[in-house]
């Protein structure tokens, strides 16, 4: 298992450091830096704080991804599905949450909002070309490649 030090400011008194829920987690959850309860109409959209700054290191991206949880009960997600942190990134880390279903949904003060997960990547040197080598798939996609 890689772990790294990643350095995190507090912008705020109340925000919450982000924490795993397990051993084993991917993610760590991202807590709502609000004072009151924020409500959400069906399908719209709006921006949660979390609080803090973070300096993810150089070579790595903080992906912002949905809690399950939240995702399945309350159908609150990322707007964006999956938010980038890059490493050259020093403001406000925040959420961009959109209300999938039918009904008025909260967020209250405190909440786990989403999950960070701190990855690799590498940078690509994008080159033109004539030609590109074969596949057994080709040019096939957007279920090209059958069901089961």
Do not use: W
Not at 45 to 51: A, M, S, Y
Not at 109 to 122: C, G, K
């Amino acid at each position: 298992m890689l772990s790294a030090n990643v350095n995190v400011k507090k912008l705020r008194d109340n925000a919450i450091l982000p924490t795993y829920g397990s051993e084993y987690a991917a993610g760590a959850d991202l807590y709502a830096c609000i004072d009151d309860v924020v409500e959400f109409a069906p399908g719209e959209t709006k921006l949660i704080p979390t609080g803090l700054a973070m300096e993810i290191p150089v070579g790595y991206a903080g992906l912002i991804y949905a809690r399950s949880g939240l995702a399945t009960k309350k159908g609150l997600a990322p707007a964006n599905k999956v938010g980038v942190v890059d490493a050259d990134y020093r403001g406000e880390i925040m959420v961009s949450l959109h209300n999938h279903s039918t009904e008025i949904k909260t967020i209250e003060a405190n909440e786990r909002i989403a999950q960070l997960v701190i990855t690799p990547y590498l940078t690509a040197h994008f080159e033109l070309a004539d030609e590109l080598s074969d596949t057994v798939r080709g040019e096939g996609g957007f279920g090209s490649t059958g069901t089961r």
